[in-house]
């Protein structure tokens, strides 16, 4: 597919993402869902692209109920009460990007074969606008922040963790801070103001981004640091000592927590989850919406990628990061985030990501293939990308699914055997991107 990636449809406003892109994209999914809820992230090109999308929509007869600015896992969950969900957001990307993704109304994102058929009918504008007499109508859908609260509250114990949050000037800060006090927790905001431009830091929750809340966690003697990127589909988490927790001990820790026998994740996630779960770890392509259809059709009581994003079966198919900031805090009562980290298999893990030209990706894709099918392994896995196994080690070289870039994650059992694997990994990007 050329518009989908591993995250629905998303690029910079003005290239990729037009109004003329959006009303395709309307009328593409209004000519499949009759009925659909609308809903966007901060972006300061949101109003643009979801009145662009409701107008097609609105041509070939489907109504639109608009949401509001909410996070994206609270669109998921609205739209469980209509025909599908449309989220106009590009997650963690920077503010000049946008996008569009997809929602079922069990809340998860549309699959392979829903996503092809979306991108048909816009190649072949195999869609047909009605008449005069069956244009399809604008409304609102009111609550749907309350009712996700609600739904969390109801699932959730309470707790009195003191945390500092971070926001990142995205969606959730019209959720999370309040949800977190009526919790029982005392909240520390920060970037807790919606603001497009995102001026506090850059919308992707990296360790490196989130020099300040560290600080402030530090500072404040704080039990826990939380921060989201601009939808809220991610939450990434900080200990009362200032150590930033990857995404690899959460998805264990979660997995521990709620005692799932097997869990789903992707290609990249860390081995300890082979070490710590009881059954199988079901291997995935990058992605949420892979990571979905695999719990769909394992009946795996959790699944979550080492990027944030975690999914919990019984609450909705949608990454949820506001339910797993949540769930965190609610798990600290009468213990630290430390000792339960600490308590956990940890193995050293590098990424890297190299940056090319979007023209040249298909150039970069067939030497990258060539490259990594020379490589001497146990085994070559290629369910995304290319992972080289080995018997304690493994290093993946994939394209990314939301950007132009080649992504590297490299896991050994010991350091020196990691700055092998990653000298490694990288030497064979360089020669591809020359």
């Not at 070490?275 to 770890?281: E, I, M, N």
């Not at 940890?346 to 293939?369: G, I, N």
Request: proline letters at 5%; glycine letters at 10%.
């Amino acid at each position: 597919m050329s518009l989908f990636g591993s995250s629905g449809i998303r690029g910079i406003v003005g290239q990729l993402i037009t109004p003329d892109l959006a009303m395709s994209i309307g009328a593409a999914v209004g000519s499949l869902a009759h009925e659909i809820v609308v809903a966007k992230d901060t972006r300061t090109s949101g109003d643009m692209v979801q009145h662009a999308l409701a107008a097609g929509a609105n041509s070939v007869g489907a109504d639109i109920f608009f949401a509001g600015m909410v996070p994206t896992p609270t669109l998921a969950r609205a739209a469980g009460q209509y025909d599908c969900g449309l989220m106009v957001t590009a997650s963690h990307n920077p503010p000049e990007y946008n996008g569009v993704k997809m929602w079922n109304p069990d809340g998860s994102a549309f699959g392979s074969a829903q996503m092809r058929k979306v991108e048909d009918l816009i190649e072949n504008k195999s869609f047909r606008p009605v008449d005069w007499r069956g244009v399809g109508s604008a409304r609102f859908h009111l609550g749907a922040v309350e009712d996700h609260m609600d739904a969390v509250l109801d699932s959730l114990k309470g707790s009195e963790a003191e945390v500092v949050l971070d926001c990142a000037c995205g969606a959730t800060t019209v959720i999370s801070p309040l949800l977190l006090r009526r919790m029982g927790c005392g909240v520390l905001g920060l970037n807790c103001q919606p603001d497009g431009f995102f001026p506090g830091r850059l919308p992707e929750p990296t360790e490196e981004h989130l020099s300040d809340l560290r600080e402030l966690i530090c500072k404040r003697g704080a039990d826990l640091g939380l921060a989201h990127d601009g939808d809220g589909d991610r939450v990434v988490a900080f200990d009362e000592k200032g150590r930033f927790v990857d995404g690899d001990r959460l998805l264990a820790l979660f997995a521990e927590h709620i005692g799932a026998h097997d869990v789903v994740a992707p290609v990249d996630a860390s081995m300890a989850l082979d070490d710590l779960v009881k059954g199988k770890v079901i291997r995935t392509k990058v992605g949420d919406v892979y990571v979905a259809e695999a719990l769909k059709a394992s009946g795996a009581a959790f699944g979550g990628e080492p990027s944030g994003t975690y999914i919990f079966p019984e609450e909705t198919y949608c990454p949820d990061g506001v339910y797993a900031a949540a769930l965190l805090a609610s798990m600290l009562e009468g213990r630290k985030l430390s000792e339960m980290v600490d308590s956990l298999p940890r193995y050293p893990v590098a990424r890297r990501s190299f940056a090319f030209k979007a023209e040249d990706r298909q150039k970069v894709a067939e030497r990258l293939e060539k490259a990594m099918r020379g490589v001497p392994c146990e085994e070559l896995i290629t369910v995304d990308g290319y992972r080289a196994q080995f018997e304690d080690e493994w290093f993946l070289v994939r394209l990314s699914g939301t950007e132009p870039k080649i992504r590297i994650t490299a896991e050994a059992r010991a350091e020196d055997r990691l700055e092998v694997l990653t000298r490694r990994s990288e030497n064979i990007v360089r020669s591809c991107l020359k």
